[in-house]
């Protein structure tokens, strides 16, 4: 089985479509995103259009703070403070990554954590460790999303995350745990890769390296969840995941492009439709 994102993508921006309508029946509030890009990294910009036109799709307002020449350290929490105190402004999406001599951890630490629509601020990051309600980071959720749509059973699974990174494979393997999935975290120090990633019922991958995982190292049967987006030196995209030789193996696998990616936006337009819901009702 294929794991497309399309239309598990569709269905979220359908419900945040009419999530938005209620939400100005209800209290004439429009949820807005504010944008902040810094530089002139074309990946980065591609994101941000991607992004605005869902944000366009479902009724959500956009605020660009676009600054291709680039801010100084002052003049970028300047600017995040301000937002934080914009009423109007409900979720704030600040594209990483940001240019070199910007430090990432200060920034996202001086955003307020109910505008964080990445879910990346130590506060939102610690409620889901905690298992309290929380912004959720967009491509864990995302993952989570495929699975459900299409019916995997997490309860009891094995469930192997490779790469451990602060945006994808940590939160994604607390959001396994929280549905009661054993999870093993694999990285880089990791001995006998392949022999924990035989063992997983889910595997999920998010390591950064093209084609990686193969088909030996896949259960049969295994469902598969491929967040990985590189580009080769043919100007294609590949997954962490051999497609072909897992999906020869596995019962299940995300494509890529057309699997995780898609979700990612659109967990963004549930995040910030969820920022404005709450904001509005005085509520986390």
């Known amino acids: ?15 945040v479509r009419a999530g938005v309508e209620r939400l100005k029946a209800a209290s004439g509030v429009t949820p807005t995103l504010a944008v902040v890009l810094i ?62 001599g910007l430090d990432e ?3 996202i630490a001086t955003l307020a954590p109910e505008k964080d629509a990445d879910g990346l601020h130590p506060e939102n990051l610690g409620r889901l460790l905690a298992g309290a309600p929380a912004t959720v980071p967009c491509t864990p959720a995302g993952c989570l999303e495929i699975l459900d749509h299409y019916g995997a059973k997490l309860e009891g ?4 995350v490779i790469g451990r990174s602060r945006l994808v494979g940590k939160p994604l393997a607390q959001l396994l745990l929280a549905r009661h999935a054993t999870v093993t975290m694999c990285h880089t120090r990791t001995r006998d890769l ?6 997983a019922d889910i595997l999920c991958v998010a390591a950064g ?4 995982v193969t088909g030996d190292m896949v259960k049969p049967g295994a469902w598969v969840i491929d967040v990985g ?3 080769l030196d043919t100007g294609k995209l590949a997954g962490d ?12 696998i995300t494509p890529v492009p057309g699997g995780v990616g898609l979700m990612t936006v659109a967990m963004l337009m549930r995040n910030t439709l969820l920022a404005a819901t709450r904001q509005v009702g005085g509520g986390r």
């Open 157 to 160: 699974a094995e469930a192997v």
């Open 194 to 199: 392949a022999g924990h990633a035989r063992r």
């Open 39 to 100: 530089g002139d990294d074309p990946a980065s910009q591609v994101y941000v259009r991607n992004k605005k036109r869902a944000a366009d799709s479902v009724g959500i307002a956009t605020q660009d703070f676009i600054h291709p020449a680039g801010l100084s350290r002052g003049e970028l929490l300047d600017l995040i403070r301000r937002l934080n105190a914009d009423r109007g402004i409900h979720g704030v999406l600040i594209q990483l990554p940001l240019p070199k």
């Open 209 to 212: 390296r093209p084609r990686m």
């Open 105 to 107: 951890d200060e920034v």
């Open 241 to 252: 995941v051999d497609f072909d030789s897992v999906s020869a193996v596995a019962a299940a």
């Open 1 to 15: 089985m294929i794991l497309h994102g399309k239309p598990v993508a569709e269905k979220v921006l359908g419900d």
């Open 229 to 231: 987006v590189n580009r």
